[in-house]
């Protein structure tokens, strides 16, 4: 959920942001402010407890990051509750860490009155929006997900470990290490989906997790820039063409070829003094030996399939949702919102069936566009024939 200012939809957002007047904030927008951050929220939106909540969770955020990242940013943090987004449930625009001018502070942005319908939890979207802020150049490089989600260390109440690695494969929420890091040769749809989404965050996630206990936070970051230009980023090839990939904010704007293989196999034994199968081999060996602990695995798999079906829906809007009328938009976000409820109170059962609802409403407001968009082929066809 990083959000460069290169990316165009965020550097719109950015701008918007940054171009009202200071006067135009005091009248709409609250705050409150901590040691770390100045945090802005609507009233009407949010009440001043949740707020004063958000900057608590923000500020564990931050001493968990001073910890894990060995630096901290120079200045506070902006801590923005009240974007209005789609495909991304924060963002962050880290800027200079060692900068004091406040024109550069870093901002972080979280949909904090809508994460009750999104579902991942507060603590984890800050802590991983605030990680991306103390990564810094990292959070740009085709492990910055990973990065900032090994930071954040959970997901759903769900503490990281390294039986999440089995329980994701286990469940197809999981894409083979060598195509994902090396080669980039798998199969993936034009919008993020629970399976994409789970690999370049969590896969990643746990790839990092793994090489900073091994080689220590300094090395690995070395390494994580090195492998960085090596690969581009960890999206599939399959995506390297299309404008915006998975993305709205377009990540992948630089790079249009696929990357050369040995080159990014090179970056793990030139800087890790490892050769990557045998990274490989360790990791995996690591991930097997846990026993996964049934009902928080299927608690981990249902939470990542909920979070990753919403991104493809909002994205798929972004792209394709001019025409849905509201009281369809709502009746998914209803559903959507119903299986977290689940989810939150222990149902899953329950969860699982509101989910099921919600990706039946989401193929059905697919499905006349996709025919739509056959008809078309088939007229152009005939006119070229
Ligand atoms: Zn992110």
Redesign the pocket.
């Known amino acids: 959920?990083?959000r460069r200012t290169s990316y165009p939809a965020a550097l719109l957002l950015l701008a918007v942001l940054l171009s009202l007047p200071v006067a135009a904030f005091a009248r709409d927008a609250s705050q409150v402010e901590s040691a770390h951050f100045r945090v802005r929220y609507k009233s009407e939106q949010l009440s001043r407890e949740q707020a004063e909540t958000a900057r608590d969770q923000a500020e564990s955020a931050w001493q968990r990051c001073a910890d894990l990242f060995h630096t901290e940013p120079a200045q506070k943090i902006q801590l923005d509750l009240t974007p209005d987004l789609l495909g991304a449930t924060?963002f962050?625009r880290p800027g200079d860490i060692h900068s004091t001018d406040p024109k550069h502070a870093p901002l972080v942005g979280v949909r904090y009155s809508e994460l009750g319908y999104l579902g991942i939890g507060s603590q984890y979207v800050i802590n991983?929006?605030v990680a991306?802020v103390f990564s810094g150049r990292l959070a740009a490089t085709p492990l910055?997900?990973g990065i900032?989600d090994w930071a954040a260390g959970l997901f759903n109440g769900i503490p990281m470990a390294p039986w999440w690695g089995q329980a994701l494969r286990d469940a197809d929420l999981w894409v083979d290490p060598d195509a994902l890091f090396i080669t980039g040769d798998y199969e993936a749809p034009a919008e993020v989906d629970p399976r994409t989404r789970t690999a370049e965050?969590t896969e990643a996630a746990l790839l990092v997790r793994f090489l900073v206990r091994e080689y220590g936070w300094d090395r690995f970051a070395r390494f994580a820039e090195r492998y960085g230009a090596a690969r581009g980023t960890i999206l599939s090839n399959a995506l390297l063409g299309h404008a915006g990939g998975d993305s709205p904010f377009a990540r992948d704007s630089q790079r249009r070829r696929a990357p050369d293989p040995e080159r990014v196999r090179q970056t793990f034994s030139e800087t890790l003094g490892d050769s990557w199968p045998a990274i490989r081999e360790r990791w995996e060996h690591e991930m097997s030996s846990e026993p996964v602990p049934a009902a928080l695995g299927q608690r981990l798999v249902l939470a990542e399939t909920i979070y990753g079906s919403i991104r493809n829906y909002e994205m798929w809007l972004l792209r394709h949702g001019r025409d849905v009328r509201d009281t369809d938009r709502q009746a998914v976000r209803r559903a959507f919102g119903e299986a977290n409820q689940a989810m939150a109170a222990g149902d899953l059962k329950a969860a699982a069936k509101s989910l099921r609802e919600a990706q039946d409403r989401v193929k059905a407001l697919k499905r006349p566009l996709a025919v739509a968009a056959a008809l078309r082929n088939e007229e152009g066809d005939a006119a070229e024939g």
Do not use: D, I, P, Q
């Open positions: 959920m990083l924060g962050a991983h929006e991306h910055g997900e900032a965050y």
